[in-house]
């Protein structure tokens, strides 16, 4: 089976890795070349377009990064579907607007070709490790001939219904997970300001209801002043600006969403866009005079 992969970036390079250490036979393409170096060491195919990557390919990846640079991959000039013969699978792994990806979808099936949306939870980490979560919108049949590329680069795959609901998935998750980010960074500032050590303070709430896998996932980035990106602060702030069209789409009051991504576009306005989302944190450390780091046990 020839698999297809466009968009080598943070998530992109370590998925399509795994694609080819598992033996898989890869064709790859990214619009900055010097990302495919490492692949094509490693034996992938170097193709010189989306549409080339489709006419070589059984099933084509996309990891990218807004709607925008969807739709040109697939529908733009030398685009998917220009290169596409009927029977191609497309799965975009990206994490766009439901809305755009049924319209991709139903482009796509006037070609006879299938499209699967299957965006993923976890950040780079998990994604070199090959333990990301998918959840997948589409038919099912599709589905069930693309699990075995989930399996291996990921932990779970989850069928989540037609096309656009593994898309409406991810905006819900990701709007959680940005609450749950926020709510880790108020909680450590307080604690941080009443003197409290913030590394006892985690080891507190992980055993409580008010345990959080951002507290898991950051807290050590922020006591160690690493922010650099898993996942950028531009990214969180732009999947909260898909997941308030989709509130108004489903006609639904979200408003811890709208303080939420009003924070994290005051965080992009101080210069932390292409930090770690965790950068977060600065923006509470200003407001309340402190660092939130570890404290020095020297005696």
């Given amino acids: ?12 390079l370590p998925m399509a890795t795994n694609l080819l250490k598992n033996g898989y036979e890869l064709i790859i393409y990214n619009r900055t070349k010097e990302k495919m170096n490492v692949l094509e060491e490693a034996g992938a195919i170097i193709a010189n377009s989306p549409k080339d990557v489709a006419a070589q390919s059984d099933i084509v990846f996309t990891m990218l990064t807004a709607d925008a640079a969807v739709k040109e991959v697939i529908l733009g000039n030398n685009g998917i579907i220009y290169g596409a013969d009927p029977g191609l699978i497309v799965v975009d792994s990206s994490t766009i607007s439901p809305a755009t990806s049924k319209k991709m979808a139903e482009e796509l099936s006037l070609h006879d070709v299938e499209m699967l949306d299957a965006p993923v939870t976890g950040s780079e980490p998990q994604a070199i490790e ?28 989850y069928y989540m219904g037609e096309n656009g609901k593994g ?9 959680m997970a940005a609450i749950n980010l926020l709510s880790f960074s108020e909680a450590i500032t307080m604690a941080t300001k009443a003197g409290i050590d913030p590394e006892i303070f985690v080891k507190v709430v992980s055993g409580g209801g008010a345990r959080s896998g951002m507290a898991d996932n950051k807290a050590e980035k922020v006591f160690n002043r690493d922010f650099k990106p898993h996942f950028m602060t531009k990214l969180i702030h732009k999947d909260l600006g898909l997941a308030s069209d989709v509130a108004k789409e489903l006609e639904i009051s979200t408003p811890v969403l709208a303080l939420v991504k009003e924070i994290f576009q005051m965080a992009k306005a101080k210069g932390y866009g292409a930090e770690d989302m965790s950068a977060v944190i600065k923006c509470y450390e200003e407001w309340a005079g402190i660092t939130v780091k570890k404290e020095n046990k020297e005696m």
Avoid: Q, S
């Fill in 1 to 12: 089976m020839k698999i297809g992969f466009i968009g080598l970036g943070t998530m992109g």
């Fill in 167 to 175: 898309c409406y998935t991810k905006l819900a998750n990701n709007t």
């Fill in 130 to 157: 090959g333990i990301l979560t998918f959840m997948v919108g589409g038919k099912k049949e599709i589905y069930d001939k693309c699990e075995p590329l989930f399996k291996v680069m990921g932990k779970n795959a």
